[in-house]
């Protein structure tokens, strides 16, 4: 996996203060994209042991809420299997500390992949310059849904997503 930045004290992609994972690689290429250069997948810095350890001292502090994973896009074919194994030993290192994850994939789409576990907050689906609104909380644009995952995996049926702060987020 290669990714782009690694940002501290972020208030605006998710809920509380965290810290951002920005990975290298997305397919979706979004007209618009506010960060086109993560697109490439070869982009980037190499992710290695002193990343995992930047991001570690971060999530040490008390009062940063947990994580994002940003980009690009962390589901990826280059990042999947890496974010996984990363969310894995978040999990279980930071169990109080919240994951969320940006994709331009939907929900629909990923619903089923094993990473979903390890979410608790998925905001999917493309930027569109279309529905661009810049009063929405923790999304670009009105397509895009910011999603309960485990309350959504919870439930019986899991094609119907249950939205993270209901219908205004």
Request: hydrophobic share 35%.
């Amino acid at each position: 996996m290669r990714y782009h930045n690694i940002t501290k004290d972020d208030m605006l992609n998710g809920d509380g203060l965290r810290v951002v994972l920005w990975v290298s690689g997305c397919s979706h290429c979004c007209k618009e994209c506010h960060n086109p250069i993560t697109w490439d997948p070869s982009g980037g810095l190499l992710f290695d042991q002193g990343a995992k350890e930047e991001i570690f001292s971060q999530l040490d502090k008390p009062y940063i809420s947990g994580i994002t994973f940003s980009g690009g896009d962390p589901l990826h074919s280059a990042n999947r299997l890496d974010v996984k194994n990363l969310m894995q030993e978040i999990r279980s290192k930071y169990p109080d500390k919240t994951i969320w994850l940006y994709t331009g994939d939907v929900w629909e789409n990923v619903m089923h992949n094993t990473i979903m576990k390890y979410v608790d907050v998925l905001v999917d689906g493309e930027f569109r310059q279309d529905q661009k609104d810049g009063k929405l909380l923790w999304k670009g644009s009105r397509n895009q849904r910011v999603i309960d995952v485990q309350a959504t995996l919870g439930q019986e049926d899991i094609s119907r997503p249950v939205l993270h702060c209901g219908d205004y987020a």
